[in-house]
């Protein structure tokens, strides 16, 4: 069972990404999806998670406002829709999936490899 995280890059200040996040192997229907970054020298932080049942999402705030999670359930897909980019958001960004809504990382049971986003000043 893997997540599989894409549509990291390379972006300007100001600039916007989107991520995605798709399962292989099984369906992620039932699971509360997540998204974390880690930057270099740094613990593992919550960026935003959203309730597969009820689409409720849920942001840190140092992302509220620039980023958006979304999940398309035809496409079993969860995106982070990332504006307003700033060097400090430059991470790796993990994509996660468990049975509880929280910004644990270890509550999360599965996860995927990661996306680098590097934000340039």
């Known amino acids: 069972v893997q997540l599989q995280a894409s549509g990291g890059g390379l972006v300007q200040a100001g600039g916007s990404l989107r991520l995605s996040c798709a399962p292989s192997?099984?369906?992620?229907?039932?699971?509360?999806m997540g998204w974390f970054r880690q930057a270099p020298g740094k613990e593992r932080e919550f960026v935003a998670a959203?309730?597969?049942?009820?689409?409720?999402?849920y942001y840190a705030d140092s992302v509220k406002g620039r980023f958006t999670i979304s999940d398309d359930n035809a496409k079993n897909t969860v995106y982070l829709r990332m504006n307003s980019l700033k060097p400090e958001d430059t991470a790796v960004y993990y994509c996660?999936?468990?049975?509880?809504?929280?910004?644990?990382?270890?509550?999360?049971?599965?996860w995927g490899q990661g996306t680098l986003v590097t934000v340039s000043s």
């Open positions: 996660a999936a468990g049975f509880r809504l929280t910004s644990v990382p270890d509550e999360y049971d599965y």
């Open positions: 192997g099984r369906t992620f229907s039932n699971y509360h």
């Open positions: 959203i309730s597969r049942s009820s689409s409720a999402t």
